[in-house]
């Protein structure tokens, strides 16, 4: 039987729960003709055909034998409990035959069949029958409509499509897929560019485990060093984005259904903003989870991952074409690379290397007066010396007829030398088609096919180990005392008069939470003008229970000077809503002073359905839903995130100072986005917030909270 270091059981009681999905001991097929090829028969020889170990077993119509491999009419009839039970027949069949296999003891089930969700119409009944029978029996259940799992190291598959010329054991690459299809075309390319996968699932349709139980496994998986994954939604986004937190394996995702923004009309700044995808995004980023377009980025994702990081923005290019040079220098340009100089002993040491008559020393260096492979390997081992560059970016053209065999040992020797240094060489190799793909099924090195490819995998190194490091080393989240009763008041009340809160309640919730509001008072008319304590010039906006968008309905007055402004502005405010005839409930008028000199910021936070609280700053004022200046987090977070957010934003400069402005108090800011996030993170009830606009004051000065919009869960109404 098959070695598997520290997976030494097999299967039966012993054997933990995800890993009967990878070591099986032996395997029951549901679906198998004894007569015609089908699908069922070609999982039972995609196994006995390439070597797998274990058991088989298929239940069919008939009796009979296929490939060696006993058919029976009945699980009953097995002479043993397999570890896995694998269903390919048709949906409506599949809670009769679980019941038959929970009574024979089978715990683990792959349904294949489709059949349910995806062609329901909104009916989930089967699913819900197949959910209560897994959980009367204790059956973990992958699928439906999915194609299984495979571990290459013992040779056991379980999709239903042709395998040959399965990849050799050893393996360190896992993917997780959620569509079969499109794992197919993954392992396709994996074979075509030489990288050896380990392990792979196909989710599915996600009705039990998902992708988050096999990250998991995967990343406790010492047999696994790179998951790789094609998903088009999480399940569970929040927990996959706090095992990724934990974890230093590299985790490379294309994650599909990128337009899929929101379903509904956005009903607040946030709301508009953090559409799906970009909480996803965030997510990735915050997680320092690699994320990728297509499955030739994924390819050359884990080709570079599995060389040393590039740890800065420093590279040097050599290249044996001056155009590939040229190409190679835009290239870097793109991804913000910085082509320094070499220092003067190196351009002395090239000399008594090589003569050049023509090109120039300089970076990028061209190397096109040089054939000898020797001195190709000597000039990077030298440029790999030198403290001055952090990666290598060397374009290799040559013509296989030729250079194929001095070009091989070229590579073994780039190898030899990224190990003993330890830096990254992103060596484009330039040659006829069939010669580059030979070379990248048969050498582990990891080599691109352009300029470009080998700029942007450099790239791709250098964003992972920064975001690695800010991940790991993000600081601890602040913690902050907040006058609970205060907010559980105005939440109950709120609730009691089935009502959104106004924005007079929605402040003093800031004030609750340690953030200034500017001064600010409530009136319920223009009787009540006399008793405002404010200072001129203020403000004027509408206080009503069914608009929390006031200046959209002409609910918003500025620069109002005196009392007699202040009446005049209630009258037409009160006259302008009535004349709407919208139904829009008058509950008074909030006069505020006028804020200071400052820049207009946003910060706001709401509950993601997938990833939970997140957190969200940016560019404010009427135009934040225009020019989308925002960046996004998952709450809480830390003083150094809330900073890193403000490196993000287009008004950055802004805030730092620029042209003669004063720099402004951006740990003032910091603070606000900080505590946002920690409420946003606490049990309150409070499902949204915008805090918009937070008038930004020079160095010192703090913020003032302007105008706030703060939902509870359960609000029914957010116009």
């Known amino acids: 039987m098959y070695q598997r270091a520290s997976h030494d059981v097999v299967g039966g009681k012993d054997l933990p729960a995800m890993e009967k999905f990878f070591y099986p001991r032996s395997m029951v097929v549901f679906g198998v003709s004894t007569t015609k090829m089908n699908l069922g028969q070609i999982v039972l020889l995609n196994n006995s055909q390439n070597g797998y170990e274990g058991k088989l077993y298929g239940v069919g119509s008939e009796e009979g034998e296929v490939n060696g491999v006993r058919i ?166 929040r927990e996959f984005y706090n095992l990724t937190l934990q974890s230093d394996k590299p985790v490379i995702i294309q994650k599909a259904n990128r337009s899929e923004a929101s379903a509904k009309i956005a009903q607040s700044h946030t709301t508009a903003l953090s559409g799906s995808d970009e909480v996803v995004e965030a997510a990735l980023n915050q997680a320092a989870i690699i994320r990728v377009e297509d499955e030739i980025d994924l390819i050359n994702a884990v080709k570079i991952i599995r060389l040393p990081l590039m740890k800065g923005r420093r590279v040097a290019v050599l290249s044996r074409s001056g155009g590939h040079a040229v190409l190679s220098a835009d290239a870097c340009a793109k991804y913000g690379f910085e082509m320094v100089p070499f220092p003067p002993a190196f351009i002395k040491k090239l000399k008594t290397i090589y003569h050049t008559r023509v090109i120039a020393h300089q970076n990028p260096l061209d190397l096109g007066e040089v054939f000898d492979y020797t001195i190709f390997t000597e000039i990077l081992e030298e440029v790999l010396k030198l403290d001055t560059f952090d990666g290598v970016l060397f374009n290799h053209l040559y013509i296989a007829e030729y250079e194929a065999e001095m070009s091989r040992t070229f590579l073994v020797g780039v190898e030899k030398l990224v190990e003993k240094y330890q830096k990254p060489v992103s060596l484009a190799m ?108 203020v403000a004027l906006k509408l206080l009503s229970r069914n608009a929390s968008h006031k200046s959209d309905i002409g609910g918003v007055k500025i620069n109002i000077h005196t009392e007699r402004e202040l009446g005049i502005a209630i009258s037409q405010m009160r006259k302008t809503i009535e004349q709407m005839n919208a139904g829009i409930v008058i509950d008074g008028f909030l006069v505020q002073e006028m804020a200071t000199e400052g820049i207009e910021c946003f910060v706001g936070g709401r509950k993601d ?111």
């Open 72 to 237: 029976y009419k009945s699980i009953e009839n097995l002479p043993e409990t397999p570890d896995v039970a694998i269903f390919l027949t048709p949906a409506k069949t599949i809670p009769s035959l679980m019941k038959a296999c929970g009574k024979k003891g089978i715990t683990h089930v792959v349904i294949e069949s489709g059949g349910f969700s995806e062609f329901s119409h909104g009916d989930n009944s089967l699913e819900e029958e197949v959910l209560n029978i897994a959980e009367k029996y204790g059956m973990k259940v992958i699928g439906p409509n999915c194609i299984g799992t495979i571990n290459f190291d013992i040779k056991m598959m379980m999709p239903f499509g042709f395998f040959k010329n399965i990849p050799p054991a050893g393996g360190k690459v896992a993917l997780i897929v959620q569509s079969g299809g499109v794992g197919g075309t993954f392992l396709r390319a994996f074979a075509g560019y030489g990288i050896t996968p380990g392990k792979f699932v196909a989710v599915g349709n996600k009705l039990q485990l998902d992708e988050t139980h096999f990250l998991e496994y995967f990343l406790k998986d010492d047999k696994t060093e790179i998951v790789t994954a094609y998903l088009e939604g999480f399940k569970r986004g």
């Open 430 to 537: 330039i040659s006829e088609r069939e010669e580059i793909l030979d070379v990248s099924k048969n050498y582990a090195f990891p080599i691109f096919t352009s300029p470009l490819e080998a700029a942007t995998a450099l790239s791709v190194s250098l964003t992972y180990h920064t975001r690695k490091e800010a991940r790991n080393n993000r600081g601890v989240e602040p913690v902050y005392k907040i006058n609970q009763n205060l907010i559980q008041n105005i939440r109950d009340h709120c609730r009691a008069e089935k009502r959104i809160l106004l924005t007079d309640e929605s402040l003093a919730i800031c004030a609750a939470m340690g953030l200034p509001p500017v001064k600010s008072q409530t009136i319920r008319d223009e009787k009540s003008i006399g008793d405002i304590n404010c200072r001129y010039p």
């Open 609 to 719: 359905p997938i990833f939970g609280p997140i957190v969200m700053a940016g560019m404010g004022g009427i135009y934040i839903e225009i020019f989308k200046d925002a960046a996004i987090r998952i709450a809480p977070v830390t003083k150094r995130e809330a900073l890193d957010m403000l490196h993000e934003l287009k008004i950055y400069p802004l805030l730092q100072g620029t042209r003669g402005s004063k720099r402004l108090d951006m740990d003032a800011l910091i603070d606000v986005i900080c505590r946002v996030s920690f409420l946003m993170n606490s049990d309150y009830g409070i499902s949204e917030m915008d805090l918009n606009p937070v008038i930004v004051h020079p160095e010192s000065k703090g913020v003032s909270i302007v105008d706030a919009r703060i939902f509870f869960d359960g609000s029914s109404d957010k116009k």
